[in-house]
């Protein structure tokens, strides 16, 4: 969805005072994955997280546009009106997909890959497109030319030349798959992220009263904490750019501007994925108003305005964060 660098927007607080965690990683999805147990046999917390590590790898073979053969690499090479069969979860994450393009009004979408291609260079550099370049990628973009039959589980495109890229929604939609699976484990108490820029919760841990430590990294200066949370049975997702990079909006094809990063929290890990994206690119009356009608989703945004001749950073916050969750640090204040 992006070129934004978005990880490391989170961190994990002191663990010191809760017994019995156990930390695994495992590299897949450009990004490292860690399990954080809390569980009194090591042994099986291993076990544990070596099956949710093989849940992972699996899902990318399927879900990513970069491996030869997955399932999305075939649905890029589709041609117009051809059903394609698709697995159970990619189609899932499709189905999941459209959701949040239609609840976001565009502002969320996963087949914009042709028009990424476009802003970049055979290094991945950013570069300009030129208008024409740039109108026909969006010919072939946008999710009302991709058809899902939930009966067959196939996929249709309506033009050949849809590029589908789920890297705005894959490792928060790997992360609800993984989680199911940890419960089958009766692995109860966890905290399990993807880069840290997309974490998900499980119980709270015994020990830990707030719940499991999650810190707020402030893109722009990785070492300043915005804010900090203890998260339990939610899910918290980041995006955010770097000086020199750049995020586009899906509506107009073209980069996105005043923003420097977005948090989400919500139920799910694949929706929080999706609208911290999406809130990148939508207006901040936008975002208030997705929160007001959706109870379940709260944000923190990081927003440049310009303010007597200087650009200054905001900290606005938006939806029902639970009482006592949020806690502001370094005298920011909320929107």
Known sequence: MSQADPEA????GSLESIPDVHRFSHQAMATTFEAIFQYDDALYARQAAQAAFEEIDRLEARLSRYVENSDIARLNSLRANTPLPVAIETFECLELSAQMYEQTNGAFDVTIGTVLDCWRDENKQFRVPGDEELATARRVTGMGLIHLDG??????VERSGVRVDLGG???????????ALLREWSIERALIHGGYSSVLALDRPLGGDEGWPVTFSDPGNRSRRLASLGLVNRAMSGSGVQKGRHIIDPRTGRPAEGKCAAWVCAAGAGPADALSTAFMVMGVEEISRYCRRHRDVSALLIVERQRDGRVCRDVLDFGDWPEG???????????
């Open 9 to 12: 927007l989170f961190g994990a």
């Open 151 to 156: 009966s067959a589980f196939t996929v249709e």
């Open 325 to 335: 969750w949020l806690r502001l640090n370094d005298g920011d204040t909320g929107g």
């Open 169 to 179: 929604i894959g490792k928060g939609y790997a992360l609800d798959r993984v989680a």
